[in-house]
């Protein structure tokens, strides 16, 4: 599948790209052990860096790159960049913006003394007829110190810029969001219907569970090994 991303010529030079989320999993994870002792269990345990579901679903898509670094100190927010006047149509050159708290009203995300915050994007996204993009938080990235909200966008048809309103969660942070920080994981949705059909483990399928029960019980990596696709 292509995905095409473009941006306004005179800030190719100085936007970070976004790339395959693969390629931007991050250092706790590429640190963390594969198995760990539990003294108070008297076992040996896989951490979550030998589940595929973990890393594959931290791994799928792309991320959404910061445009620049954001200093954060005490609650304000301010940037050091100073981007080229736009060559045409007037986006906004501030690589952070607001949302009013309203506009987050009655939603678990609203707090009366707290703005939400967007995230600016400068890469145009287009996806081939039929699909759309989701827009989500970087997976299992709780250690970032936002949420990004998410949301589905028609990148089919939509050719204007996607931005990504997000919550700041962290009051303890004081330093320096750097420059490509990921504030968004994407992926592609394909627009169909879906057909929720409901059924019982009998048979075959019951025998299939079965085994796959005993795989995953008697070959260490089962998952990956024998049921587990890759992209072509």
């Known amino acids: 599948m292509d995905v095409i ?92 913006s607001f949302h009013p708290n309203h506009q987050v009203i009655q939603t678990p995300f609203y707090e009366e003394d707290r703005q939400a915050l967007k995230f600016t994007n400068y890469w145009s996204v287009t996806l081939p007829k039929g699909y759309a993009m989701l827009a989500t938080h970087p997976v299992n990235r709780a250690d970032l110190p936002f949420r990004s909200l998410t949301g589905l966008v028609d990148a089919a048809n939509w050719k204007s810029l996607v931005h990504f309103p997000a919550i700041w969660v962290d009051d303890d942070f004081s330093g320096v969001l750097p420059k490509g920080t990921p504030v968004a994981q994407c992926y592609p949705v394909a627009h169909e219907t879906l057909n929720l059909k409901m059924g019982l483990l009998e048979n075959e399928d019951a025998d299939a569970l079965t085994d796959a029960e005993a795989a995953v019980r008697d070959t260490d990596g089962a998952y990956r090994r024998l049921y587990r696709s890759k992209p072509e």
Request: glycine residues 6%; negative net charge; aromatic residues 10%.
């Open 5 to 96: 991303f473009r941006c306004p010529p005179e800030l190719e030079s100085i936007l970070p790209k976004p790339i395959p989320a693969k390629r931007g999993l991050p250092d706790w994870l590429k640190a963390m052990p594969t198995h760990v002792d539990a003294a108070e269990l008297g076992l040996e345990l896989q951490t979550v860096k030998k589940c595929p579901p973990f890393v594959d679903a931290m791994g799928a898509g792309w991320l959404m790159p910061l445009a620049a670094d954001i200093h954060v100190e005490n609650g304000r927010f301010t940037w050091d960049w100073d981007p080229p006047p736009p060559s045409f149509a007037n986006y906004t050159r501030a690589p952070l």
